[in-house]
């Protein structure tokens, strides 16, 4: 399903839909080229799970993992930019997460540790301002259009 992102706002809507999609033992991957936006989606879906539009969410890039207390239990937020591979992922404990909600930028590190209940949201940049998700649903957990 493709959608198109014209502005903040559509941007903080689908935010808003993954939000209600994501519950635990579930995840978003947000793929794309640098500046495509995935870590505005990552920051929308995170205020709408918090109840809090004005809430801080700081990129992950450095720390790698961002952890979050919502009313539907923790969401964790992972930048895997600058992972190695599944082993680097294993050592930091990524199993223990996996019970948890995930919002996971760069997916393309987790190789065989992909969550089986994950949303995949291609991001593409498609005008100066605009982008575009492709939003792929596994069997199983299809995510409302």
Not at 73 to 78: D, K, Q, S
Request: hydrophobic share 50%; charged share 15%.
């Amino acid at each position: 399903m493709q959608r198109p992102l014209a502005s903040l706002a559509a941007t903080e809507a689908l935010g808003a839909a993954l939000a209600a999609w994501l519950a635990p033992g579930r995840a978003v991957l947000l793929a794309g080229p640098l500046g495509a936006g995935k870590t505005t989606l990552a920051r929308a879906i995170l205020r709408a799970l918090c109840e809090n539009p004005e809430l801080d969410v700081p990129s992950p890039s450095y720390t790698l993992l961002q952890t979050y207390d919502t009313p539907r239990g923790p969401a964790h937020h992972l930048d895997l930019w600058r992972i190695a591979g599944e082993g680097d992922l294993i050592e930091l404990g990524f199993e223990d997460w996996l019970a948890d909600m995930l919002i996971i930028e760069w997916p393309d590190k987790l190789g065989a540790l992909t969550p089986p209940l994950a949303l995949t949201i291609t991001l593409s940049l498609a005008g100066p301002e605009q982008r575009m998700a492709c939003v792929m649903a596994p069997a199983g957990a299809p995510f409302p259009p």
